[in-house]
């Protein structure tokens, strides 16, 4: 890691209630192999409508990350942690994130641009909460963004330029 990147390294952890035991675990994983990230935990307050993708999406929308920061996100799945590869924010906005149903962490693919992803949701309710300086809890309701997804407009309102 060098060059223009900045080496700080920011996990965004995805879970529901049954991670709820072992996120302890998890957590101190992470604090042993890298003491300075920052962790942002993320999950969803009611039903997801989507699946764990689309929380990790809202985890980076909420963190305000910095482009030239690295990222690794973990998620909660079938009983077991799931990791992707570190990648810098920049690559993960250029691809749109996940998949919004996406069920693992794993599934993080940069190389190829998503149909359904970061761009086409938004966290549109958030309780947060700081743990400390470098850790914060998320609880978030994630709707589509009908805003700026131009998929939304009718045809007839949208104008081609």
């Not at 080496?7 to 300075?36: G, W, Y």
């Not at 966290?123 to 300086?133: F, M, W």
């Not at 998929?151 to 007839?156: A, D, R």
Request: charge should be negative; charged fraction near 15%; glycine fraction near 4%.
């Amino acid at each position: 890691m060098s060059g223009q990147y900045n080496e700080m390294l920011n996990i965004v952890v995805a879970f529901d209630k049954n991670a709820h035991t072992s996120i302890r675990m998890l957590t101190q994983a992470i604090m042993d192999a890298v003491p300075n990230a920052y962790i942002f935990f993320v999950e969803h307050s009611g039903v997801n409508p989507f699946n764990t993708g689309a929380l990790l999406n809202a985890g980076v929308h909420l963190a305000g990350l910095s482009t030239h920061h690295y990222v690794n996100f973990f998620s909660f799945t079938d009983g077991k942690w799931s990791m992707s590869k570190n990648t810098i924010v920049e690559h993960f906005l250029q691809a749109n994130g996940y998949e919004n149903n996406a069920s693992s962490a794993s599934e993080l693919d940069c190389s190829r641009r998503t149909v359904d992803g970061y761009f086409d949701i938004f966290p549109v309710q958030s309780k947060d909460k700081t743990l400390n300086n470098k850790w914060f809890h998320y609880s978030v309701q994630i709707e589509r963004d009908k805003v700026l997804n131009v998929e939304f407009i009718p045809p007839e309102l949208n104008i081609h330029l």
